[in-house]
């Protein structure tokens, strides 16, 4: 009997002791006691501190494990709630703030229409591979709850520059309306700042587009000329003082061929000026044609042309003086239903035999056509030097 009555008071006392922990379970617990910042962060520098690594396992690993995706919308939520309260006063506060907790090194650029944050040496993601995608939730948080603090209205950046995305610092941007606040909208389409910036950029962007056309017109007027396009000779003499230089440097040669349309004046009659402006472009065109890449032409007179043939002796000219001929007797220019076949005489001065500067070869070459073309149409020579006088000669 004592056995039993025993028995009865430790079970009792189990089921007692069971019921008590049961009760307890259910018993709302009192609030856990959570130390302010002040606290946290009083402790003497150097006695308190993690690594980096830590706090981003912490940030994109464990708490994901628990939320899954909206991980970082929930971290972003937080700590735009938890900056909110720190009671910063100004910008300074912020840039300040992010530097004593080694989050980074903050510029903010805030005005009327936006607001631009730039951090360098994120603690989130600074040296991270680039994966894809932005992760700095955290910091883009403390940002955005400070500057609404700051601005009475809602701020919402969005993170456009990570090194998650393969940028070398983090970006925060937003751009301000007046129903939403500083909001970054996804399309852009609603926001009238945006509109108005990119307004703005493509005005600039007609303008530099317009002085780069007359940029490209005025040099474009000053080396050309105007009816066939060719270089003037100002600017092919530029080019050709070069080629001297080039052929004297490898000992090479260089032809100045100078050519006159043949009787050119009874197109202009049979044409008019107009008509024969017409005529002319289309000569000019195929003997450019004619001619190598290398080669140089320009329109040197009315009906006077100049080319410059690098690596051309007195021989290679003649060849080409005789394919030009021949190529030119087979062109047919028109003007209204008049047709013309038009020659040129042609004269050529080679350097360095006959000279070393532009302005001597051009006139030496000048000379010559003048001496061809009195023997007759479409004839060409080659430059040599006057006969010494008999008693000159004698005397020598």
């Known amino acids: 009997m004592v056995n039993r009555s025993r028995e009865e008071l430790t079970l009792a006392d189990l089921f007692a002791h069971t019921l008590g922990n049961l009760i307890a379970l259910t018993r709302p617990e009192d609030p856990r006691p959570v130390p302010t910042v002040e606290q946290i962060t009083s402790a003497p520098d150097g006695e308190l501190s993690a690594p980096p690594a830590l706090l981003r396992v912490l940030q994109l690993v464990v708490l994901p494990e628990v939320l899954g995706s909206n991980s970082g919308a929930v971290l972003y939520a937080a700590a735009k709630r938890f900056s909110a309260g720190l009671g910063l006063q100004s910008i300074h506060d912020l840039k300040s703030w992010f530097a004593a907790m080694q989050l980074g090194d903050l510029e903010v650029e805030l005005d009327e229409d936006k607001v631009l944050v730039k951090l360098s040496k994120c603690l989130t993601c600074y040296g991270l591979p680039a994966l894809g995608g932005a992760v700095c939730d955290f910091e883009r948080g403390l940002v955005d709850g400070a500057l609404e603090r700051l601005t009475g209205t809602d701020v919402i950046t969005r993170e456009t520059l990570c090194w998650g995305l393969g940028d070398t610092v983090c970006q925060f941007e937003a751009y301000h309306s007046s129903a939403d606040g500083y909001v970054y909208a996804d399309d852009g389409a609603q926001r009238e700042v945006q509109c108005r910036l990119l307004a703005g950029i493509a005005d600039q962007s007609d303008i530099a587009l317009e002085n780069l056309r007359l940029v490209s017109d005025h040099r474009y007027a ?149 001496v061809a073309k009195s023997r007759g149409a479409g004839q060409f020579g080659f ?14």
Request: glycine fraction near 6%; include cysteine.
């Open 222 to 370: 000053e080396t050309r000329d105007a009816l066939t396009g060719m270089y003037n000779f100002r600017h092919l003499r530029e080019h050709a003082t070069l080629e001297l230089a080039r052929a004297a440097r490898h000992d090479r040669t260089v032809a100045f061929v100078m050519l006159d349309i043949d009787g050119f004046a009874a197109v202009n009659e049979a044409v008019g000026e107009a008509g024969g402006d017409d005529v002319m472009r289309q000569w000019a065109d195929h003997l450019r044609g004619l001619l190598r890449a290398c080669d140089l032409t320009c329109r040197y007179g009315a009906d006077e042309f100049l080319l410059v043939l690098p690596e051309t002796d007195d021989e290679a000219a003649d060849l080409v003086l005789s394919r030009l001929r021949g190529a030119l007797a087979e062109t047919v220019c028109e003007s209204g239903e008049q047709r013309f076949i038009l020659s040129a005489s042609a004269g050529v001065a080679t350097f360095p035999e006959d000279g070393a500067i532009v302005e001597e070869l051009v006139a030496k070459a000048t000379t010559t056509m003048y």
């Open 383 to 396: 430059y040599s030097p006057p006969a010494q006088p008999a008693d000159e000669a004698t005397t020598a």
